[in-house]
């Protein structure tokens, strides 16, 4: 009995890391249990999805993908370099379990992505632990993963994208990263099992000089770690973000003195393998990026640091001034001359607006929903990171949302900053803190970004809940009686505090998650796939793309991986312009067959309306909702509302023999400017005009229960006429 307890004693964190990997995978697969065939979440996971399938059936990825892009690529683009690592590593899983068990493809398209899920917090394990030196704080940061509920959209079952592997790719080449640049001793009695946890070990047992193996070790991990972005950059454009933070972290390292040779072969083997095996496998990157251009700058400092050193070319006390001064004076040289020269200048604000819109920036891509910058960020973390939700839910008081995960992220940034100042001034405190701010800025200028930010935080939180518990602990173990037993339930009903609400916060937002390919949709593109010609052109808004490929089989001219200026603009002005013989050209210039309208373009038609004028003036259709109604004799007053405006309809009912009808039929509009009247309202197919002085060139359309506002200048665009007047005065 007393082997068990001192084998259980040992290794615990084994039984419970399975426990939280458990957990994870639970929550991660929550959403699909909700799906059937062929459902998966949102829309861009249909086109790994189609390619996974196209692969199982033919061997390899199309070369020409005839179903997408119509018109701008003859034959359809070649899916063999369009992020394949992504599509593989969910057809390896099919591969591995389909001989044994018979599984689909559809099964994995569905748990594929929970599994990867799982993987991140297996592996966040191992970088707390790395990082910190203590198993504690990687349990901790796997428990904090596991259900923070920022990240569970992207890597939940359904989600078959680019973050569950890339998420995995990115923790595994932080972790050879850090082991790359930290500081270590050489043990040389090192057995054959702590060779086998650790290959590189097996250094230790050669005849090398404890320094050469040092630097050896140093390399190979700084390798290993460009390996692993280099697969990253393979599966998700988000590697520019982490090459983005390994250069503000080594630049922010060198202006604090923290140089020396091994963190110089870290960052050098690690950036030299990711640009010659990145320039084998993916698209050639541009050298003129931030994420590159702050690399490079470390490279090059790191370099003159060296040379300063090893060539005494100024006295040794002035050697830590050395990187901070020429950094000063190039962040001067490059802000006078971007004032004289105007490229410069403008490339330079280019890229300090990417790095506050780092996926939106642009007319096109500022369109898209996920990419938005992260309005009120701060006051959403609780819910995003935090346990807002199970607050809610279990009607608890308010302070306990100071158990929230982000609140103890943001002390141990103290605590780190404390530590690194007046303690140990570790690089790992640099690179955590570096880690945290630079994802969390990117995380505010893109809502998508979210997703990566929870690995920081994760790490962070469970810093702060390590140490304060220790912290708690130490200062309380002198106590006399039971009161030291008391202050560790303490402790522990405060860690259960936290852990219980942030599972069930992780919970809530699990099971809130789902498709959003509705009975409506499907069966739409059920029918279209079953009564229209196999080669039909399908005209529709970019964000449906890949529906209209994989369920529908359809051909298209954009989707959610290609929407560039042509022909995407094109087709925003035919949906948003007054129809003319401009329309008619467009339509038989790209053969188009079908014309998709849906009530899913009222809400985007700003967007629309934004590409079609590249920026210059954006039109949008709001829809207010139904609040009251009045009745004064034969007249009755309809009040609408959106926000703090309100459209007022008004009309008198009329009955004439066996007719009853509306008659003196108005429409108003109220805001805390004023009200007026609004030129036209529209009824199913009629437009009425309202003769009343002063009117505000628009319509009001009636629709059940909801007014939909449409300005003057789109009032006879096409998508008005297709979708409200159902194509009236079209024929």
Same mark, same amino acid.
């Given at each position: 009995?007393?082997?068990?307890?001192?084998?259980?004693?040992?290794?615990?964190?084994?039984?419970?890391?399975?426990?939280?990997?458990?957990?994870?995978?639970?929550?991660?697969? +929550?959403?699909?249990?909700?799906?059937?065939?062929?459902?998966?979440?949102?829309?861009?996971?249909?086109?790994?999805?189609? &390619?996974?399938?196209?692969?199982?059936?033919?061997?390899?990825?199309?070369?020409?993908?005839?179903?997408?892009?119509?018109?701008?690529?003859? !034959? !359809?683009?070649?899916?063999?370099?369009?992020?394949?690592?992504?599509?593989?590593?969910?057809?390896?899983?099919?591969?591995?379990?389909?001989?044994?068990?018979?599984?689909?493809?559809?099964?994995?398209?569905?748990? !594929?992505?929970?599994?990867?899920?799982?993987?991140?917090?297996?592996?966040?394990?191992?970088?707390?632990?790395?990082? =910190?030196?203590?198993?504690?704080?990687?349990?901790?940061?796997?428990?904090?993963?596991?259900?923070?509920?920022?990240?569970?959209?992207? *890597?939940?079952?359904?989600?078959?994208?680019?973050?569950?592997?890339?998420?995995?790719?990115?923790?595994?080449?932080?972790?050879?990263?850090?082991?790359?640049?930290?500081?270590?001793?050489?043990?040389?009695?090192?057995?054959?099992?702590?060779?086998?946890?650790?290959?590189?070990?097996?250094?230790?047992?050669?005849?090398?000089?404890?320094?050469?193996?040092?630097?050896?070790?140093?390399?190979?991990?700084?390798?290993?770690?460009?390996? =692993?972005? /280099?697969?990253?950059?393979?599966?998700?454009?988000?590697?520019?973000?982490?090459?983005?933070?390994?250069?503000?972290?080594?630049?922010?390292?060198?202006?604090?003195?923290?140089?020396?040779?091994?963190?110089?072969?870290?960052?050098?083997?690690?950036? +030299?393998?990711?640009?010659?095996?990145?320039?084998?496998?993916?698209?050639?990157?541009?050298?003129?990026?931030?994420?590159?251009?702050?690399?490079?700058?470390?490279?090059? =400092?790191?370099?003159?640091?060296?040379?300063?050193?090893?060539?005494?070319?100024?006295?040794?006390?002035?050697?830590?001034?050395?990187?901070?001064?020429?950094?000063?004076?190039?962040?001067?040289?490059?802000?006078?001359?971007?004032?004289?020269?105007?490229?410069?200048?403008?490339?330079?604000?280019?890229?300090?607006?990417?790095?506050?819109?780092?996926?939106?920036?642009?007319?096109?891509?500022?369109?898209?929903?996920?990419?938005?910058?992260?309005?009120?960020?701060?006051?959403?973390?609780?819910?995003?990171?935090?346990?807002?939700?199970?607050?809610?839910?279990?009607?608890?008081?308010?302070?306990?949302?100071?158990?929230?995960?982000?609140?103890?992220? %943001?002390?141990?940034?103290?605590? &780190?900053?404390?530590?690194?100042? $007046?303690?140990?001034?570790?690089?790992? $405190?640099? %690179?955590?803190?570096?880690?945290?701010?630079?994802?969390?800025?990117?995380?505010?200028?893109?809502?998508?970004?979210?997703?990566?930010?929870?690995?920081?935080?994760?790490?962070?939180?469970?810093?702060?809940?390590?140490?304060?518990?220790?912290?708690?602990?130490?200062?309380?173990?002198?106590?006399?009686?039971?009161?030291?037993?008391?202050?560790? *339930?303490?402790?522990?009903?405060?860690?259960?505090?936290?852990? /219980?609400?942030?599972?069930?916060?992780?919970?809530? &937002?699990?099971?809130?998650?789902?498709?959003?390919?509705?009975?409506?949709?499907?069966?739409?593109?059920?029918?279209?796939?079953?009564?229209?010609?196999?080669?039909?052109?399908?005209?529709?808004?970019?964000?449906?793309?890949?529906?209209?490929?994989?369920?529908?089989?359809? +051909?298209?001219?954009?989707?959610?991986?290609?929407?560039?200026? /042509?022909?995407?603009?094109? +087709?925003?002005?035919?949906?948003?312009?007054?129809?003319?013989?401009?329309?008619?050209?467009?339509?038989?210039?790209?053969?188009?067959?079908?014309?998709?309208?849906?009530?899913?373009?009222?809400?985007?038609?700003?967007?629309?309306?934004?590409?079609?004028?590249?920026?210059?003036?954006?039109?949008?259709?709001?829809?207010?909702?139904?609040?009251?109604?009045?009745?004064?004799?034969?007249?009755?007053?309809?009040?609408?509302?959106?926000?703090?405006?309100?459209?007022?309809?008004?009309?008198?009912?009329?009955?004439?023999?066996?007719?009853?009808?509306?008659?003196?039929?108005?429409?108003?509009?109220?805001?805390?400017?004023?009200?007026?009247?609004?030129?036209?309202?529209?009824?199913?197919?009629?437009?009425?005009?309202?003769?009343?002085?002063?009117?505000?060139?628009?319509?009001?359309?009636?629709?059940?229960?909801?007014? /939909?506002?449409?300005?003057?200048?789109?009032?006879?665009?096409?998508?008005?006429?297709?979708?409200?007047?159902?194509?009236?005065?079209?024929?």
């Amino acid at each position: 009995m007393e082997n068990v307890y001192n084998f259980l004693k040992k290794h615990y964190w084994v039984f419970c890391l399975i426990f939280i990997l458990l957990v994870a995978f639970y929550l991660r697969g +929550i959403p699909g249990t909700k799906l059937t065939y062929p459902q998966l979440q949102a829309i861009d996971p249909y086109f790994f999805f189609r &390619m996974g399938e196209y692969y199982i059936e033919n061997g390899q990825f199309p070369e020409n993908d005839y179903l997408a892009r119509w018109g701008t690529y003859p !034959g !359809g683009p070649d899916r063999t370099g369009d992020f394949p690592l992504t599509t593989l590593s969910y057809l390896v899983l099919y591969y591995t379990l389909n001989p044994f068990t018979g599984i689909d493809w559809y099964f994995i398209g569905v748990w !594929g992505p929970a599994f990867f899920g799982m993987l991140q917090v297996l592996f966040i394990y191992f970088l707390g632990k790395e990082l =910190f030196n203590k198993k504690e704080v990687g349990l901790l940061a796997a428990a904090s993963l596991a259900f923070v509920p920022g990240i569970l959209y992207r *890597v939940s079952a359904g989600f078959i994208e680019k973050e569950p592997i890339g998420g995995v790719l990115m923790v595994i080449g932080l972790i050879f990263f850090v082991k790359a640049f930290k500081e270590k001793t050489i043990e040389k009695n090192v057995t054959l099992g702590y060779i086998i946890r650790h290959p590189l070990a097996i250094l230790h047992k050669t005849n090398l000089e404890e320094e050469r193996i040092k630097t050896l070790k140093t390399v190979l991990y700084g390798f290993l770690a460009g390996v =692993f972005l /280099v697969l990253m950059a393979n599966t998700t454009s988000q590697v520019r973000l982490v090459w983005l933070m390994i250069g503000a972290f080594v630049m922010i390292s060198l202006l604090l003195n923290k140089y020396s040779k091994r963190f110089m072969f870290a960052h050098l083997s690690a950036i +030299i393998s990711y640009f010659v095996l990145s320039y084998a496998t993916v698209k050639p990157m541009s050298m003129m990026d931030v994420d590159m251009i702050v690399n490079f700058a470390a490279v090059f =400092f790191f370099i003159l640091r060296y040379a300063v050193e090893k060539y005494n070319l100024i006295k040794k006390e002035y050697i830590p001034m050395v990187v901070p001064g020429i950094f000063i004076f190039f962040v001067f040289a490059v802000l006078i001359f971007s004032y004289i020269n105007i490229d410069t200048g403008i490339w330079l604000s280019n890229n300090m607006a990417r790095i506050s819109n780092p996926i939106s920036y642009g007319v096109i891509s500022s369109t898209v929903a996920e990419s938005q910058t992260a309005g009120g960020f701060m006051a959403s973390t609780i819910s995003s990171f935090g346990n807002q939700n199970a607050i809610g839910y279990f009607g608890l008081p308010d302070f306990f949302i100071y158990f929230s995960l982000i609140y103890f992220s %943001f002390v141990a940034i103290i605590v &780190m900053i404390y530590e690194f100042l $007046f303690r140990e001034r570790k690089l790992e $405190f640099i %690179f955590v803190i570096v880690f945290f701010f630079i994802m969390m800025q990117l995380a505010i200028g893109a809502i998508r970004l979210s997703f990566i930010f929870a690995f920081p935080v994760a790490l962070t939180a469970a810093y702060c809940l390590y140490r304060g518990s220790e912290f708690v602990i130490r200062r309380t173990k002198n106590l006399r009686g039971e009161k030291f037993n008391y202050m560790k *339930v303490v402790v522990g009903v405060s860690l259960g505090l936290v852990l /219980v609400t942030g599972y069930t916060s992780g919970w809530l &937002m699990a099971s809130n998650i789902g498709t959003s390919l509705d009975d409506s949709w499907y069966n739409s593109l059920i029918w279209l796939r079953d009564n229209t010609a196999e080669d039909a052109v399908v005209l529709e808004w970019w964000d449906y793309g890949w529906w209209f490929h994989y369920v529908g089989k359809k +051909i298209t001219l954009v989707d959610g991986g290609y929407h560039d200026q /042509v022909p995407t603009q094109d +087709i925003a002005k035919f949906y948003t312009e007054p129809i003319s013989n401009r329309s008619l050209n467009f339509l038989k210039h790209y053969n188009i067959t079908y014309v998709m309208v849906s009530p899913d373009l009222i809400p985007k038609f700003g967007a629309m309306s934004k590409i079609a004028n590249w920026g210059a003036k954006v039109d949008v259709l709001p829809t207010f909702t139904l609040t009251n109604n009045y009745q004064e004799g034969s007249k009755t007053l309809l009040e609408y509302s959106l926000g703090g405006e309100k459209i007022l309809f008004a009309y008198n009912i009329v009955q004439e023999a066996n007719y009853t009808g509306m008659a003196n039929i108005t429409a108003m509009i109220k805001s805390g400017m004023g009200q007026a009247y609004i030129s036209h309202v529209g009824i199913g197919n009629q437009v009425i005009p309202v003769e009343k002085p002063n009117s505000i060139d628009g319509m009001a359309y009636m629709a059940g229960n909801a007014v /939909v506002f449409i300005p003057g200048p789109v009032r006879e665009c096409m998508f008005v006429r297709l979708y409200l007047f159902d194509a009236a005065g079209l024929e």
